[in-house]
């Protein structure tokens, strides 16, 4: 079991950056594949991007892809997603997750779940 708590959401004006982390607690982060998912209001929860538990493998949404970069440092039981050139279309709610599935751009391949940060881009 662990437990996930995501940080550094925020409002940004449309070509700026953020950067989001999740850090974990409980059993090591390193034992799971983890992902990122965000959800706009009144929309489904949506895959942005993977990691392999090593931090070798990763893989990203089309929408996201050559903007948005995930990675982890096992070390210190964290997961991030460095967020660049930022559109309004990617307001939402963004979630961290570790997965106990295999098909990992699935959100039923994923067991727990953080909080959620808001991120907000304005036009």
């Known amino acids: 079991q662990v437990q996930l708590v995501e940080s550094g959401g925020g409002l940004v004006q449309a070509g700026g950056s953020l950067r989001l982390s999740c850090a974990a607690s409980?059993?090591?982060?390193?034992?799971?594949?983890a992902g990122w998912f965000r959800q706009a209001p009144g929309k489904g929860r949506e895959f942005v991007a993977y990691?392999?538990?090593?931090?070798?493998?990763?893989y990203y949404a089309d929408s996201v892809k050559g903007r948005f970069t995930i990675s982890r440092d096992n070390a210190k039981n964290t997961v991030s997603l460095q967020m660049n050139s930022l559109k309004f279309e990617d307001t939402a709610v963004y979630f961290c997750?570790?997965?106990?599935?295999?098909?990992?751009?699935?959100?039923?391949?994923?067991?727990?779940w953080g909080q959620g940060t808001q991120v907000t881009v304005s036009s």
């Open positions: 997750a570790a997965a106990t599935g295999i098909f990992l751009a699935d959100s039923k391949s994923y067991s727990y």
């Open positions: 990691i392999r538990r090593s931090g070798d493998g990763t």
């Open positions: 409980g059993r090591t982060f390193g034992s799971y594949d």
